[in-house]
């Protein structure tokens, strides 16, 4: 079992930054892929960036955010430069039981709550 809890959203300006964080429960978690999805209003999750064996980003954010680890303390990181009004979203946290970072929702395990990014024009 994974429990995750994501923090750091929050309101910015365009152009501003931000960086998300995942916090991970469990001994195991260096062996979980993890992916950051957002989910706007009225819209599909989608999927945002994903950390494992590689990485890999959605061409929307590519370019501009950054995703990272740090297995000692069971943390994720979300750093989102130049962002866009577009961004606006839920963000969660969801790890894989599997090495390989993954683009598809349904291949995600364990979810957060979720963290509120609020990009103004």
């Known amino acids: 079992q994974v429990q995750l809890v994501e923090s750091g959203g929050g309101l910015v300006q365009a152009g501003g930054s931000l960086k998300l964080s995942c916090a991970a429960s469990g001994r195991t978690f260096s062996r979980y892929a993890v992916g950051w999805f957002r989910q706007a209003p009225g819209k599909e999750r989608e999927f945002v960036a994903a950390i494992g064996i590689g990485t890999a980003y959605a061409d929307s954010v590519q370019g501009r955010f950054t995703i990272s680890r740090d297995n000692a303390k069971n943390m994720v990181y979300l750093i989102m430069n130049s962002l866009k009004p577009e961004d606006t979203a839920v963000y969660y946290c969801?790890?894989?039981?599997?090495?390989?970072?993954?683009?598809?929702?349904?291949?995600?395990?364990?979810w957060g709550q979720g963290t509120q990014v609020t990009v103004s024009s």
């Open positions: 969801a790890a894989r039981n599997g090495p390989w970072a993954k683009l598809v929702r349904e291949e995600y395990d364990y």
